[in-house]
């Protein structure tokens, strides 16, 4: 069973209630809070367990926003290109990539506010992040490295949605496809970061003194802002 319930400081509240719950949990998904208890749970006791963690759950909307609504007034830039979404006399959503700039066309009868339509807007923007980050990221990867010293055997590019990159025992890198939506100095800040892992495989005191080496002491700055950084996934 599934219920909605409305909170003036906390939005929408999706409650869950089944035999496969055994407690009553709460988490924060795609910036909506969702409650689950077991099948024969009171709604009551439920509620009380949202007063009882109000300011935790409000800390952790702050760090997980909802998703943004793409539609015809979105700007968003990305690290080669700038999205534009408009509307035109057409029968189906077209995307063109030029001169640095993406252009999503959809019929002016689109409803932007339909599911559907959202997923289909993030997933050209995937698509286009992942063929950008094909591109561009290897060859300033490589850059970095021949600046700074470093070696490493292979890049791939993934659509990780909880880590910017990696860096294995092999010194392969992995980095995400969605670094495309970052500014470019925090995009040399991740590639720095695990190129940096292929001397140091921990987040020990000397790999954070590396850290500061190749970006000019602001390894904690760099990382904080970072930190502050929602991108669309």
């Known amino acids: 069973m599934e219920k909605k319930i409305h909170d003036n400081e906390l939005g929408t509240i999706l409650l869950r209630k089944g035999a496969r719950y055994k407690r009553y949990t709460l ?29 935790y759950l409000l800390q952790m909307l702050l760090k997980n926003p909802p998703p943004v609504l793409l539609d015809d007034t979105t700007e968003l830039q990305l690290a080669t290109c700038r999205l534009q979404i408009q509307r035109a006399e057409r029968k ?12 999503v066309t959809c019929p002016f009868s689109v409803d932007f506010k339909e599911e559907r339509i959202q997923q ?17 990221l290897p060859g300033r990867l490589d850059q970095l490295a021949r600046q700074h010293g470093f070696a490493y055997t292979e890049v791939k590019i993934n659509s990780s949605k909880t880590r ?4 294995t025992s092999r010194k392969s890198i992995n980095l ?5 939506q970052l500014p470019w100095h925090l995009i040399d800040y991740v ?14 005191e000397r790999f954070w003194l590396l850290m500061n080496k190749v970006t000019g002491n602001k390894a904690k700055a760099l990382r904080k802002e970072l930190k502050g950084y929602h991108v669309l996934k």
């Not at 992040?129 to 561009?136: D, F, G, I, N, P």
């Not at 910017?164 to 860096?167: D, R, V």
């Not at 590639?191 to 020990?204: A, F, I, K, P, Q």
């Open 27 to 55: 988490k924060i998904s795609e910036g909506e809070i969702v409650g689950t208890m077991p099948l024969h749970g009171s709604e009551a006791k439920m509620k009380a367990f949202i007063e009882e963690k109000r300011t």
């Open 92 to 103: 189906n959503i077209r995307t063109v990539l030029k001169d640095g700039l993406l252009t």
């Open 120 to 136: 289909l807007l993030r997933e050209i923007i995937k698509n286009v992040s992942r063929h950008e980050a094909k591109r561009v």
């Open 164 to 167: 910017w990159g990696s860096c």
């Open 176 to 180: 995400s496809l969605f670094l495309m």
């Open 191 to 204: 590639l720095l970061h695990e190129l940096c892992h292929t001397v140091e495989m921990n987040h020990s």
